[in-house]
C-alpha cells in the first residue's frame, strides 16, 4: 500500500511558477512511477507528468516545456516545477503514483493522493 500527500498548492499570477511536492510512504521503489494529474472544474482528469526510475520523463502535451518532473528516491518525493502558468493550468492537482495507461495512451493510477488547489488569475 502506498499513501501520498501534496503539498505545495496556491495561487498565482499568470506567468508566475509554483512547486508541488509530493510525499510517499509505505512500499514504493524508484521502479514504480510517480507523477501528477490535474482536474478541472467540469473538465475530466488530464495526465500531467511523471518520473520512473532515475531519469525517465513523460509529460502531457499541454505542460510540455513548461512543467519539469523531478524525484529524490532517496526521500520517496516527487516535484513539479511548474514555470509560465497560465489561466488555462487552473486545477486540483493529484499525485500518484504506480501509473499506467491503456493502448489509446489514456493515462490511470493505482494510487492517489488528496489533491492540492492551483489557482492561476489572469
Known amino acids: 500500500q502506498v499513501q501520498l500527500v501534496e503539498s505545495g498548492g496556491g495561487s498565482v499570477q499568470s506567468g508566475g511558477s509554483l512547486r508541488l511536492s509530493c510525499a510517499a510512504s509505505g512500499t514504493i521503489f524508484s521502479s514504480n512511477s510517480m507523477g501528477w494529474f490535474r482536474q478541472a472544474p467540469g473538465k475530466q482528469r488530464e495526465f500531467v507528468a511523471l518520473?520512473?526510475?532515475?531519469?525517465?520523463?513523460r509529460y502531457g502535451d499541454t505542460v510540455k516545456g513548461r512543467f519539469t518532473i523531478s524525484r529524490d528516491n532517496a526521500k520517496n518525493t516527487a516535484y513539479l516545477q511548474m514555470n509560465s502558468l497560465k489561466p488555462e493550468d487552473t486545477a486540483v492537482y493529484y499525485c500518484a503514483a504506480d501509473i499506467h495507461h491503456d493502448i489509446n495512451l489514456s493515462y490511470s493510477a493505482n494510487y492517489w493522493g488528496q489533491g492540492t488547489q492551483v489557482t492561476v488569475s489572469s
Open positions: 518520473f520512473i526510475g532515475d531519469s525517465i520523463t
